[in-house]
């Protein structure tokens, strides 16, 4: 069995997520919503806490004091990364081999029990794969209303996504040094393309 899990990414005109192992743009209120969306556990299961799932280098591009990332459990997908508390690169984190790996260990005890939501945190090649996952259920999308210098994308959208409400996502243009972003939700209505 594997568990259904949901992606966050902010994404500027043209499709850009980074550049140079960073992010292209400084939005303090979108970073404040990445940590309450990705820390909030639904309701019925307080005591738990929600994981987030990343990449290597975008595990490598939270500067150091802030991670692991707080109040959640973290997730890196890597063949190179060692694993377990005596690698300072990986305390704190769970190490897995491929997205495939860590949802199927994760669905089972002792992880069932302490895990509430599943987010995935990017990057490129895991988002990717994660919108070709029959398991990918919402996309929480913040459109940067901007184009930006990247060298790292988003895939585009499949169909099956629609945009849907959901309460606690604001709604409308938000805007920071002069930068206008718009929070979205799409949720798959159906199985991805065989
Ligand atoms: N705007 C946003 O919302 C957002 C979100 C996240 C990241 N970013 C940006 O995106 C950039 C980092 O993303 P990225 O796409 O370059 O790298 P990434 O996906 O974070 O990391 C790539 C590495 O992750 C591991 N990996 C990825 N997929 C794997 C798989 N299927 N199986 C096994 N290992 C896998 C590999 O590590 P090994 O080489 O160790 O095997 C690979 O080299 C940064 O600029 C970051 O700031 C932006």
Not at 9 to 18: D, L
Not at 21 to 47: N, R, V
Request: with cysteine; hydrophobic share 35%.
């Amino acid at each position: 069995m594997q568990l259904k899990f949901n992606i966050i990414a902010a994404v500027c005109e043209g499709n850009g997520i980074g550049i140079n192992g960073q992010l292209p743009w400084k939005l303090k209120g979108e970073m404040a919503y990445f940590k309450k969306i990705t820390s909030t556990p639904p309701s019925g299961a307080e005591g738990k806490k929600n994981v987030v799932i990343m990449g290597r280098k975008t595990w490598e591009s939270i500067p150091s004091k802030f991670r692991p990332l707080d109040n959640r459990i973290n997730v890196v997908i890597s063949t190179t990364m060692e694993s377990g508390e005596g690698s300072d690169a990986s305390k704190g984190v769970m190490v897995f081999r491929s997205l495939g790996s860590a949802l199927s260990a994760l669905a089972l005890p002792p992880y069932s029990d302490l895990c509430a939501d599943f987010w995935l945190i990017g990057g490129s090649s895991l988002y990717a794969e994660a919108l070709r996952h029959p398991n990918c259920h919402r996309l929480y999308i913040t459109h940067v209303l901007k184009k930006f210098d990247c060298d790292t994308f988003l895939p585009l959208i499949p169909a099956q996504f629609k945009a849907i409400k959901v309460d606690g996502v604001p709604e409308g243009k938000q805007e920071e040094n002069g930068i206008e972003y718009e929070y979205k939700v799409y949720e798959a209505t159906s199985d991805p393309p065989a």
